[in-house]
């Protein structure tokens, strides 16, 4: 039987590769078409990652009592970030506007996964069973690959959200 990733080890490869894409982006000009497909693939990740990490990790840390304040913190950034994507994808690319906007949401993700691999991986690892690991490694794999296959770049001005 295959070896499985470490469930925290597996979240760190998806945050190295979101590292990376956001340097690629940042290295793009104006509505380019490697612009556009640097920040559709970003986003097509985050969106999945998020989504697959809700459902293995945050649903069982929510579980624990100790660990369910933490678990909402990072719950609602994603909610966060998904806003800021869609907001971005809302805004033309050729413009300063899309820009500053990208550098927000660039500072406020790398903060999000930072916090989440240096203050809430080393605290939630303490709670975990090897049943819960076994678990969260299992359905993050699957959920991911669903999630990548329906994530799409989404348009929506901040403020046209709704709540």
Same mark, same amino acid.
């Given at each position: 039987?295959?070896?499985?990733?470490?469930?925290? #080890?597996? /979240?760190?490869?998806?945050?190295?590769?979101? &590292?990376? %894409?956001?340097? %690629?982006?940042?290295? +793009?000009?104006?509505?380019?078409?490697?612009?556009?497909?640097?920040?559709? &693939? @970003?986003?097509?990740?985050?969106?999945?990652?998020?989504?697959?990490?809700?459902?293995? /990790?945050? $649903?069982?840390?929510? &579980?624990?009592?100790? +660990?369910?304040?933490? +678990? &909402?913190? $990072? *719950? $609602?950034?994603?909610? =966060?970030?998904?806003?800021?994507?869609?907001? %971005?994808?809302?805004?033309?690319?050729?413009?300063?506007?899309? %820009? +500053?906007?990208?550098?927000?949401? !660039?500072?406020?993700?790398?903060?999000?996964?930072?916090?989440?691999?240096? =203050?809430?991986?080393?605290? @939630?690892?303490?709670? /975990?069973?090897?049943?819960?690991?076994?678990?969260? #490694? /299992? *359905?993050?794999?699957? !959920?991911?690959?669903?999630?990548?296959?329906?994530?799409? *770049?989404?348009?929506?001005?901040? #403020?046209?959200?709704?709540?």
């Amino acid at each position: 039987m295959a070896q499985t990733i470490d469930i925290f #080890e597996r /979240l760190r490869m998806d945050h190295d590769r979101h &590292r990376y %894409l956001i340097d %690629l982006i940042e290295g +793009t000009h104006g509505e380019s078409d490697q612009r556009i497909e640097l920040f559709t &693939r @970003f986003t097509r990740e985050v969106k999945a990652h998020a989504a697959a990490e809700e459902q293995a /990790l945050y $649903s069982t840390m929510m &579980r624990k009592p100790e +660990t369910t304040d933490e +678990t &909402r913190h $990072s *719950v $609602s950034e994603h909610h =966060e970030i998904e806003e800021a994507l869609n907001d %971005l994808a809302a805004t033309d690319m050729a413009t300063g506007a899309w %820009l +500053t906007k990208f550098r927000q949401l !660039r500072h406020h993700y790398l903060h999000h996964i930072d916090e989440e691999e240096q =203050e809430h991986f080393p605290d @939630f690892a303490e709670h /975990l069973t090897r049943d819960d690991r076994e678990f969260m #490694e /299992l *359905v993050f794999e699957r !959920r991911k690959a669903v999630e990548k296959e329906t994530a799409e *770049v989404t348009p929506e001005a901040k #403020e046209d959200a709704k709540e």
